[in-house]
């Protein structure tokens, strides 16, 4: 069944290109980064009165990172990644996730779906490398997909999904859209981490 025009339309700019950069970072959380690279560097700036001192020490430095023109984060949900049909590990996994997550490394992205009705999302890519997500919680989100354009789309458990501008708080909860059930692909092959607003 065909999936959601406008995640067809966004996912549609991202094939064919390989990931790189494909990073486990805070707790289960993956970073894929797609395209070009580019330098990203965000000032030190001043921490809300009532935050942590960890997260004022953060907030104080500099960060300089890199990313691809197009930066996938998967969020807080269960993953599983395979290999030519082999799996590989899970986000649950005892042994090393880099490891793991390291396989889709120079992969390219050729097909994106959902399946059971719209809480699983499927990331297939060309040297049989297959990467579904599982819905954790309803309220948070699966994950984000920073496009080159500025714009971000957002998926969470519940099905509900946004698409903004990247300095723009995501609405995710309110405001946003359900996906229906004619968007599900009904059968594929067989954390929490948030990924930052990145400047527009």
């Known amino acids: 069944m065909p999936v959601n025009p406008l995640f067809e339309r966004v996912f549609r700019g991202l094939y064919g290109k390989p990931c790189w950069g494909v990073a ?12 070009k ?5 965000r ?8 935050a942590s001192r960890r997260v004022r020490d953060l907030l104080a430095r500099r960060l300089v990172v890199v990313h691809g023109d197009w930066h996938l984060c998967i969020d807080v949900c269960h993953w599983e990644i395979f290999q030519q ?6 986000s649950r996994s005892r042994s090393d996730l880099q490891r793991i997550v ?3 490394n120079g992969q390219k992205l050729t097909r994106f779906s959902f399946r059971l009705r719209g809480t699983d999302c499927v990331f297939e890519f060309d040297l ?3 990467l579904v997500t599982h819905r954790l919680e309803p309220e948070y989100e699966q994950w984000t997909l920073f496009e080159p354009s500025g714009h971000v789309l957002t998926l969470r458990g519940d099905k509900r ?3 903004h501008r990247s300095n723009q708080p995501s609405d995710a909860g309110r405001g946003s859209r359900f996906l229906t059930n004619a968007t599900v692909r009904p059968r594929v092959i067989a954390a929490f981490f948030v990924c930052r607003d990145r400047p527009a």
């Open 85 to 90: 049909g082999k799996r590989v590990g899970t």
């Open 128 to 130: 049989g490398g297959l």
């Open 102 to 104: 390291d396989s889709l």
């Open 37 to 41: 690279p580019q330098l990203e560097i």
């Open 24 to 35: 486990n970072w805070f707790g289960s959380g993956i970073h894929l980064e797609f395209g």
């Open 161 to 163: 999904y946004s698409y």
């Open 43 to 50: 000032e030190p700036r001043m921490a809300d009165l009532k």
